[in-house]
């Protein structure tokens, strides 16, 4: 019988086996190469990002130090910056969009996971992917011409009138501020809430629900009080995740938060966020302090998003893989 | 049956419906959006609008040609910059992935993939615009490709990793190496799932303005190859969005709708490739 | 789908034909304040010579420098002039001087949305001061009522609204409010920045207009055609004379009048708060920053050609936009100083 000459599979390379030419005389050792020079560009640019966002913000922060975290004053006049300001605006804006969008997430979560038929569900998921697609300044643009005057004909009427006595509610309001900032802001972040919130409470395994129903719990105690406590921290993870997303949101907010550096407990008045400022005045920066020190609020809203991010996803991971029964 | 349990039940019921509503409040949101574009936008598409560079502030009419050309050609030239490192590192992740060298790029990813849009601008800003002295379409392409790779990278991985074992066996069998079982073999199976990860990065990238504030600038006329600055759409609804030129804000809307439009046709587009399955049946 | 094959098919088209004209094409950044009559004049320099293009964009007059200064762009337009510590920025930065040119007079003007009032408002020195330094807060208050006699103002709160970007007609405004009010001057300052005691702010003239037009009771500062062109109302302002007056040709040529004979070399120079009687006491000149030096000798003589166009031809546009036209001493000083550009 005649034998076809076969050539033997590569099982891959041993280390040290072969020499680095005749493993490289392999196309699968310049495939590895090649692909892990691709995969380590990516580290590259990472790193280089990181550093160029420390070294450009080198004479800010040798010249303000940690006090530029609890300054108040933004002056391109004297040269004197503080983030406070800033900071206060992207935390309160994006407290307001999760304060809205939380519950509203979670509910339709809680409906588009335990109640809704497996073919609604999907496909109301499939709108909501697509309102998590439209882009920013496309809100923004519905913001100026619809919230903003909302918010000053109807919104600020009814909400200061019975409430104008507390400090969150006093006016005056121009339609423009944190609070318009915050609506605009919820509307974009529910979609991530319902999607992450919606996998987490599918992967919550199905005795647990069951065990409930078998003692004579109703449908939603069951949901209540079982399925979601137990994907708990998955759906906390999903609110770091839009929490994250709120943080960076940039055009939105910029049109309408009002573009004033001020710290109010109103939710009327109008503030600034640390992207809002970078994205006004960056290019009119002029001074090298000036514009170290908008550089140094991106490296304190990179920092901000990237801790966020972290915890956002060991909490989940932590949740999915509690559900599927590997253990943690 | 005892009035708690009657009461409980009206509680069940009702904490239901509500979620209903919840998920129905969410959901209209984007009919909503929409409707005001296509309400708003819809009067002001014409041909003018596709084909006419903008007239002079107080002037109306013109169009939008050359901030959809200018688009169009940032993320042409954004994937290619964002699908080959995607695209070859997700490779590398899939396929030769027990080392340390890919957890450490998985993360550099995530990382990337959290990093806000305005602060790649500043990346973008420092790396292309200073040292060349200029705004251009390359300068944008930059950040927006950068913003391509973390979805790129993760979803050609995540889709290489879900072709079945028996093919990739059945190709070593037949006296494959590594590398062509990748080339022939398991990235076509995958190629469904990789070619939507590549729209909707494209999708996302798309509607992206903050980084092209102060990479791409804006140009009132057609860019000239890539080395100079460009309108884009993003940009431009901006721009006129916060003017005080009703004949701007009546183009705001118009080119909202066709780049919402574009968005999400690439974004059903993407979905319903995905959803036609994988290549392979699974086994 | 057909259309969108068209659609994808005239969109290449036009690209492709796009790629065969390779005109010159020329960046410039800064100033809001002239952008209406510079997109006019780059438009018309543009058919008169279709193989140049003036990419000009209005981004604030902060930003012009700033952008001039890194080289970044080929030119800039400020209305707040260069102050030294940036003129020797520039020169660290790119190695030679860079020239002011006056291009036209304008004027900044105080515009309000007050449900009530179309008509003009007279402000004097002291009530605007007092409004945006804060401490006058509704229309009704005697320094504004003062001035207007018979007009109805309302009790309502005060909404200020200024620029957010960095800007030249912040410039002017805090240059004049400086001017006329030691508190001012003292707390705030004059600068394209400010640290505004209080208000809104809104990105760019455009932005202002924009804000002020939806948003009642308040009040902002813009540049005249700004304020024309989107009809809402603005006021009058008590010039150094005494009188009560509205911006308009007239009244900023003659705020012009008196510095035209003596303007310096450089032509740096405010005439915020001019003598004479019939000056409108908010107008400045608008000038665009020209490198000394230019490295492409293409984009040089384009420059040059388009300055000698606009001194001469460019000048009677002005008027139909509401800047007024630039002194004739002005004009032959600049054609001069043109010739200093290599």
């Not at chain 1, 996971?113 to 609604?120: G, K, S």
């Not at chain 2, 305005?118 to 392409?141: E, R």
């Not at chain 3, 034909?17 to 960046?27: S, T």
């Not at chain 3, 062109?229 to 007056?245: H, L, T």
Request: charged fraction near 15%; hydrophobic fraction near 50%.
């Amino acid at each position: 019988m005649a034998t076809a000459k076969t050539t033997l599979p590569n099982a891959g390379p041993v280390s040290g086996s072969r020499s680095f030419l005749s493993r490289l005389r392999d196309g699968d050792e310049i495939a590895r190469l090649t692909t892990m020079v691709f995969a380590a560009t990516v580290v590259l640019i990472t790193l280089l990002l990181v550093y160029e966002l420390w070294t450009d913000s080198a004479l800010a922060r040798a010249k303000f130090g940690l006090h530029f975290l609890v300054t108040r004053v933004w002056d391109p006049n004297i040269d004197q910056y503080g983030a406070l300001p800033f900071m206060y605006g992207t935390l309160v804006t994006s407290a307001v969009a999760l304060l809205i969008a939380v519950p509203l997430g979670i509910g339709a979560a809680i409906f588009l996971a335990e109640l809704a038929p497996p073919r609604i569900s999907d496909t109301l998921q499939f709108f909501i992917d697509l309102l998590a697609a439209v882009p920013s300044v496309i809100y923004g643009l519905l913001g100026v011409f619809i919230i903003v005057p909302l918010m000053r004909t109807v919104i600020f009427p009814a909400l200061n009138e019975p409430l104008g006595f507390m400090p969150f509610f006093k006016g005056p309001s121009y339609g423009v501020g944190f609070l318009t900032a915050g609506i605009v802001l919820a509307i974009m972040v529910i979609p991530y809430i319902i999607s992450v919130s919606r996998e987490v409470l599918l992967s919550v395994p199905s005795d647990q629900r069951e065990a409930a129903l078998a003692l004579g719990s109703t449908r939603w105690e069951s949901t209540w009080k079982v399925v979601v406590p137990f994907a708990k921290t998955g759906i906390l993870g999903s609110v770091f995740l839009a929490l994250a997303r709120a943080l960076g949101e940039t055009m939105a907010v910029t049109m309408v938060i009002g573009n004033t550096p001020t710290i109010s407990a109103s939710l009327f008045s109008p503030g600034d966020s640390i992207a809002s400022v970078i994205a006004n005045q960056f290019t009119e920066a002029t001074g090298d302090v000036y514009l170290q020190a908008l550089v140094e609020l991106g490296l304190v809203l990179f920092l901000m998003t990237f801790i966020l991010n972290g915890l956002a996803r060991i909490l989940i991971v932590v949740t999915t893989q509690k559900g599927s029964g590997v253990p943690v | 049956m005892s009035a708690r349990v009657k009461w409980r039940r009206f509680v069940s019921n009702f904490m239901l419906t509500l979620t209903g509503l919840c998920a129905l409040v969410s959901v209209s949101v984007l009919f909503l959006i929409l409707g005001y574009l296509v309400f708003n936008g819809g009067k002001s598409i014409n041909w003018a609008f596709f084909t006419q560079l903008p007239k002079p502030v107080g002037e109306a009419g013109g169009g939008m040609a050359n901030a959809i050309v200018g688009s169009a050609k940032l993320l042409m030239a954004a994937s290619l910059l964002g699908v080959p490192i995607g695209f070859f590192g997700g490779i590398y992740l899939a396929e030769f992935s027990r080392s340390a060298v890919a957890s450490v790029v998985r993360y550099a990813a995530d990382l990337l993939n959290g990093v806000p849009s305005i602060v790649i601008g500043i990346f973008a800003y420092s790396m292309v615009v200073l040292p060349f002295k200029h705004f251009s379409t390359l300068a944008g392409a930059f950040a927006l490709g950068l913003m391509m790779i973390p979805i790129t990278l993760r979803s050609t991985e995540e889709f290489l990793g879900g072709v079945p074992r028996y093919l990739r066996e059945g190709a070593m069998a037949l006296g494959a190496s590594k590398w062509k079982t990748i080339a022939t073999v398991v990235v076509p199976a995958a190629y469904r799932g990789i070619l939507t990860a590549i729209l909707l990065a494209l999708a996302r990238v798309a509607g992206e303005t903050a980084p092209l504030l102060f990479t791409a600038f804006g140009n009132r006329y057609w860019s000239e190859g890539w080395g100079q600055p460009t309108a884009s759409l993003p940009v431009v609804i901006f721009n006129y969005a916060v003017s005080p030129y009703e004949d701007w804000h009546r183009q705001a809307w118009a080119a909202g709708l066709v780049l919402l439009g574009l968005i999400l046709i690439i974004n059903i587009l993407a979905r319903t490739i995905l959803s036609r399955g994988i290549a392979v049946p699974r086994s | 789908m057909k259309r969108i094959a068209v659609l994808v098919v005239g969109v290449l088209a036009l690209g492709a034909i796009v790629w065969a004209q390779n005109p010159l094409l020329i960046n410039g950044a800064g100033a809001t304040f002239p952008y209406p009559i510079y997109s006019k004049w780059f438009d018309e320099y543009h058919k008169k010579f279709a193989n140049i293009q003036f990419n000009y964009q209005s981004v604030g007059s902060g930003a012009g420098i700033k952008q001039a200064t890194e080289g970044t762009v080929d030119f800039g337009a400020t209305d707040g002039p260069m102050n030294d510590d940036q003129l020797k920025a520039f020169q660290d930065k790119r190695g030679s001087g860079i020239l002011h040119f006056p291009t036209v007079l304008g004027a900044v003007v105080p515009t309000y949305n007050v449900p009530g009032v179309s008509g003009a408002l007279d402000f004097t020195p002291e009530a605007l001061a007092g409004i945006f330094l804060g401490k006058i807060t509704k229309w009704n208050d005697p320094a504004i009522t003062g001035a207007n006699k018979g007009v109805n103002l309302p009790a309502n709160d005060i909404v200020l609204i200024h620029r957010s970007d960095g800007s030249g007609t912040t410039y002017i405004w805090t240059d004049y409010l400086s001017k006329v009010s030691d508190e001012w001057k003292s707390k705030v300052g004059k600068n394209t920045s400010v640290n505004w005691p209080v208000g809104l702010g809104g990105k760019g003239n455009e932005g202002v207009t924009g804000l002020i037009k939806q948003t009642p009771n308040s009040i902002g500062y813009v540049e005249l055609i700004y304020a024309a062109q989107n009809n809402i109302p603005y006021g009058a302002v008590k010039n150094s004379s005494g009188s009560f007056v509205k911006a308009d040709l007239a009244s900023v040529s003659a705020a012009a009048a008196g510095a035209a004979k003596d303007i310096p070399e450089d032509f740096r120079v405010s005439i915020t708060n001019a003598p004479g009687k019939s000056a409108y006491p908010i107008s400045s000149f608008t000038w665009l920053l020209i490198p000394q030096k230019f490295q492409d000798a293409g984009k040089r003589d384009a420059v040059k050609g388009f300055l000698m166009w606009m001194l001469a031809d460019g000048q009677n546009y002005a008027e139909a936009l509401s800047y007024a036209k630039l002194p004739k001493e002005v004009i032959e000083k600049e054609k001069k100083a043109i010739n200093s550009i290599q």
